[in-house]
C-alpha cells in the first residue's frame, strides 16, 4: 500500500459517521440553554432602556442553542459539515445593528454555542464570566460629561449675541449646532456642558425677544 493509498483511505474514513451518544447532546444543550438564560439576563440589566429590544433579546439566546446544534451536526458526518458550510455561505444577514453593544452580545451568543458545541463547557462558563466582568467594570468607569442641547426660540433675529453671552457665563463649551432664521424669527440649538441646568434655562427665558427656551439630554457620544 502506498501513499497514496493511504490518503485516499484516511480521507474517505473523514466521511464515515461518529456516533453522538443522547447523553452528550442532552449535556451539550442543557449547557446552553444555561449560558443563553444568562446572557438574556445580562444583556436585559447592560443594554440602555432607550435601546433595549426584547425579540432581539430572544433571537440571542436562539442563536446560541441553534449554533450548538449546527456544531454537533457537524462532528457526526463529514458530508454533513460541507453542507453547513455551502447553506450558510449565502445566508444574508441584513438587519441594522442600532447599538455597537448588540454586536458584542451577537458575537458572544454564536460563540458560546460553537464553543459548548465543540464539548468544551468550562470554556464557556470562564469566557462568559470574564465579559461579564469587562461590560459591568467598563461601564462604571468615570467618563466626560455628557454635553447637553439648548434649543432657543427667539422673535429677535439679534438674540443670538446676547444668547450665546448667557450660555457662555454658564458653560465652559458652547457651540451653535444649528442656526434657522425664517420670516424674522430665529432658531437656535447649542450644545453646553452645564452643572447649573435651571439657572441656564431661567436666565435665557428672560431675555427679551426670546419666547422658547428648553435644555435636552441625550445619549449620543461625548465630545472631550
Known sequence: MNFKDVFKKSFLEGFTSMDIST?????????????????????????????????????????????????????????????????????????????????????????????????????????????????????????????????????DVNAEEKVMEIAGKYSRICRVKSRNITGGREDLIIEVRVKEERELVRAISELEGVDYVSLLAHDGEVTF
Open 23 to 155: 447523553s452528550k447532546i442532552i449535556a451539550t444543550l442543557a449547557m446552553v440553554v444555561i449560558l443563553s438564560l444568562y446572557i438574556f439576563f445580562i444583556y436585559r440589566v447592560v443594554t440602555r432602556k432607550t435601546f433595549y429590544s426584547k425579540t432581539f433579546n430572544i433571537s440571542l439566546a436562539a442563536i446560541a442553542i441553534i449554533t450548538a446544534g449546527i456544531i454537533l451536526a457537524m462532528q457526526s458526518n463529514l458530508v454533513i459539515s460541507l453542507g453547513m458550510v455551502g447553506a450558510l455561505s449565502i445566508v444574508r444577514f441584513r438587519t441594522a445593528i442600532k447599538d455597537p453593544m448588540d454586536l458584542i452580545f451577537l458575537f458572544w451568543a454564536i460563540s458560546i454555542g460553537i464553543i459548548c458545541g465543540g464539548g468544551l463547557y468550562e470554556v464557556a462558563v470562564i469566557t462568559s464570566i470574564i465579559v461579564t466582568v469587562c461590560l459591568l467594570g467598563l461601564d462604571l468607569l468615570p467618563v466626560a460629561r455628557t454635553p447637553m442641547l439648548l434649543v432657543v426660540n427667539a422673535s
